[in-house]
């Protein structure tokens, strides 16, 4: 009785197995899909050239946020996303409290990634957007540089972008 126990045992873990690596396949093929370089193809409205620069309203001394985002969100660090130049606000459709994010293509340094566009801020002059840690390490690895100059960020039409690198 302990053997077929134990079979049956065995036999519902690989099946459990085996629909957990074709579930993650299915998300893979649809993440690479809209990952896609075909992106940039959907891109609407004019590209936008400026540096970028790097936020953290939890890092004591930054003066930039607070824990809440202006779409309503709470900061994360460890998400694609970024806060857009406050008078670019209405070039990416609003980013009001609430609402859906928007999203945009960023290109800088060889690298193309689509952020959640959640904040806007009055940033330093110069500066067009402000990636959050994740998104910053992304394009410098090393967090060095502070500052990315020639980076072009582009809006996306559309609600339902999936944030992340572009390949």
Known sequence: MSSRSSVAICGALVALAISVTVARSEVGRREAAVHSSDVVEEACGDPIVGAASTYNPFKPGWREGGPN??????????????????????????VLYGARP??????????????????????????????????????????????????????LAGDYWIPGPVG
């Not at 994360?76 to 406050?86: E, F, G, L, R």
């Open 102 to 155: 928007k999203f945009a293509l960023v290109e800088a340094v060889g690298k193309k990634v689509i952020v959640k566009i959640n904040d806007v801020g009055p940033l330093t002059p110069g500066r067009i957007i402000d990636l959050n840690e994740r998104t910053m390490r992304y394009f410098d690895p090393s967090m060095e540089r502070g500052v990315i100059p020639g980076v072009i960020v582009t809006p």
């Open 69 to 94: 985002t202006a779409s309503g969100e709470r900061y994360d660090p460890s998400v694609w996303a970024a806060a857009i130049k406050t008078s670019l606000r209405e070039k990416f459709g609003g």
